[in-house]
């Protein structure tokens, strides 16, 4: 009797198995594939999907929907700050300014306060020597390098203020194009030079108010009319703008130079503020450029620059200064 029930069962389940062989196709035969390859799994009769037909679609649309509105705000959160960022950059560039920036570094003839003491020394100097009360030469303040020779005892730095005017600005500039714009005068004779030499209308510019004192006094208005002196810093944020209006422009020893040894990353924008101060370049105005740097150097100088920031000027003309040998004089045309 257990053989004739282990018989019955195994022929029940023999057909068990015929019968679900039956049901299944053939491209849902696991033994069929190779092995690796998966089969895709269909729904039981009980899922939710087979006994509602049209909700699966839902169910899919409504779940791209949603991963697609996650990642339109993920993007425009993104943006968002990326606007900000770039907002918050540019309000700190034109609210600070470059000529902030400058000061904020290692650049000592940036401040105004490096200037205040070097006039209060000079004065100092010029007033004992010319009273005889001075035994011996009054050093500068510590931190003051001086590189002129005998320009120490002398108004005029690199001593090239006649040959100036004589061989280059009467040469290459037009007193009748517009006035003239000289950026850190200090206490030189230049002003007297330009103006006996035609040049009758210039604006002379120092952030010392001392120096500018000084050279009220020494040409006032009803001697010297045309000439214009202001205590003023060409290179900050919110200078009085120049507005195309002046034929030449003329540093001599002035910022060129002090940027160049402390804060050369500025000088693209000292070129561009005498780019706006002069003329339209059709108009053919003039940048006159007096320096330490010899030919050679400007030349990388201004190949430098241009990488970086473009070319606003070519050099038109050099030649050397003085009798010292370390001035020299360069003509500087803005770029059409």
């Known amino acids: 009797e257990p053989d004739v029930d282990r018989e019955k069962e195994r022929q029940a389940w023999e057909s068990q198995l015929d019968a679900a062989a039956a049901e299944v196709r053939p491209d849902d035969q696991e033994i069929l594939r190779p092995q690796g390859l998966r089969a895709r799994v269909r729904p039981t009769k009980n899922s939710l999907q087979e006994d509602c037909g049209i909700l699966p679609s839902v169910i899919d649309l409504a779940w791209l929907w949603a991963t697609a509105r996650r990642d339109v705000l993920l993007l425009g959160a993104v943006f968002a700050l990326g606007i900000l960022l770039t907002g918050h950059t540019m309000v700190k560039f034109l609210t600070t300014g470059p000529s902030e920036r400058w000061q904020q570094a290692n650049c000592r003839q940036c401040r105004h306060e490096w200037w205040d003491d070097f006039w209060r020394w000079r004065f100092r100097v010029r007033a004992a020597r010319n009273t005889g009360t001075a035994s011996t030469e009054e050093q500068p303040p510590p931190g003051m390098v001086w590189e002129w020779g005998d320009a120490v005892n002398d108004t005029d730095w690199f001593g090239a203020s006649v040959d100036l005017v004589e061989s280059v600005v009467k040469v290459h500039a037009d007193p009748t194009l517009g006035p003239v714009l000289q950026i850190g005068c200090g206490d030189s004779p230049l002003p007297a030079l330009l103006h006996q030499a035609g ?113 606003k000027f070519h050099v038109e003309a050099t030649l050397p200064l003085g009798i010292e040998g370390v001035a020299w004089a360069y003509v500087l045309a803005p770029t059409l």
């Open 199 to 311: 040049f009758r209308l210039a604006e002379h510019l120092d952030i010392a108010p001392q120096v500018i004192s000084a050279m009220r006094s020494r040409y006032p208005t009803a001697e010297w009319p045309g000439l214009q002196f202001h205590v003023r810093d060409f290179l900050a944020k919110g200078a009085r703008p120049p507005a195309h209006r002046f034929g030449l422009v003329i540093d001599k020893a002035g910022l060129w130079d002090w940027l160049q040894d402390e804060a050369p990353e500025t000088l693209p924008h000292l070129l561009d503020k005498v780019h706006a101060a002069l003329l339209p370049a059709s108009q053919q105005p003039a940048y006159v450029l007096v320096t330490k740097q010899r030919p050679s150097q400007l030349s990388q100088t201004l190949v430098h620059i241009a990488v970086g920031a473009g070319s």
